[in-house]
């Protein structure tokens, strides 16, 4: 089974217009998190929730979780052209022996100047 | 900020062709993985290595592939055999307990030819 699928799979935008992306689950979770990934490039961390938060905010970005709904979003407000990257959401399932984290797809934002 | 470090960035070697991907994780953290990551594709987990051992691998890490921590700060992936499917973004990644401070590295492009 799929684990860790966003949508939409890309998403363009205006500068100073925010971007929201989803991404859902199938297992049970400890932690998701979300990662940014420019062009051919490494894999930068922005945010980590628990499995028993709600909420987090990290600067412009905002994140949800919803473990009964086996879903998360990432809220980036104010969009810059910089922002503009790919998003992947990854989870940290609870039967996982060794830590790893499964990937979604991803969101590709483009932020229009 | 302490980082994740991946040597090379790029490697391109004929097929069948052993190759050693080499990485330094972050000195105080206690696991460490290795993910690939096909051109346009999701993250993919390979392995993840605590205590001197594998604790958790995929379907991916077959016989071809093996990883060694040889020293206090180096953590090698070996593909035996390279194969033309092998050619992908190949990321090492550390953490400090469980999924908390995970950081990945640059990672390095391997092109199989």
């Known amino acids: 089974s799929q684990q860790g699928e966003e949508d939409p799979q890309a998403l363009s935008i205006q500068e100073g217009e925010n971007a929201t992306m989803n991404c859902s689950y199938k297992t049970s979770i400890n932690n998701l998190q979300w990662y940014r990934q420019n062009s051919g490039r490494g894999l930068v961390h922005l945010i980590l929730i628990r499995s028993n938060e709600r909420e987090k905010h990290s600067g412009r970005l905002r994140v949800t979780l919803d473990t009964s709904k086996k879903s998360s979003s990432l809220l980036i407000t104010a969009s810059r052209a910089a922002d503009t990257a790919s998003y992947f959401c990854a989870t940290d399932g609870r039967k996982a022996a060794g830590n790893k984290l499964t990937f979604g797809g991803g969101t590709r934002v483009l932020v229009k100047p | 900020e302490p980082e994740v470090t991946q040597t090379p960035s790029h490697q391109v070697t004929q097929m069948g062709q052993e190759v050693i991907l080499r990485c330094v994780p972050i000195?105080?953290?206690?696991?460490f993985y290795w993910y690939r990551q096909i051109l346009g594709q999701k993250v993919e987990f390979l392995v993840s290595f605590y205590n001197n051992e594998i604790s958790e691998k995929s379907e991916i890490f077959d016989d071809q592939f093996s990883v060694e921590r040889p020293d206090g700060s180096n953590f090698t992936l070996k593909i035996r055999s390279t194969k033309l499917e092998d050619s992908a973004m190949y990321f090492c990644?550390?953490?400090?307990?469980?999924?908390?401070?995970?950081?990945f590295g640059s990672g390095t492009r391997l092109t199989v030819v």
């Open positions: 990644a550390s953490s400090e307990q469980g999924a908390f401070g995970y950081t």
């Open positions: 000195s105080n953290h206690l696991y």
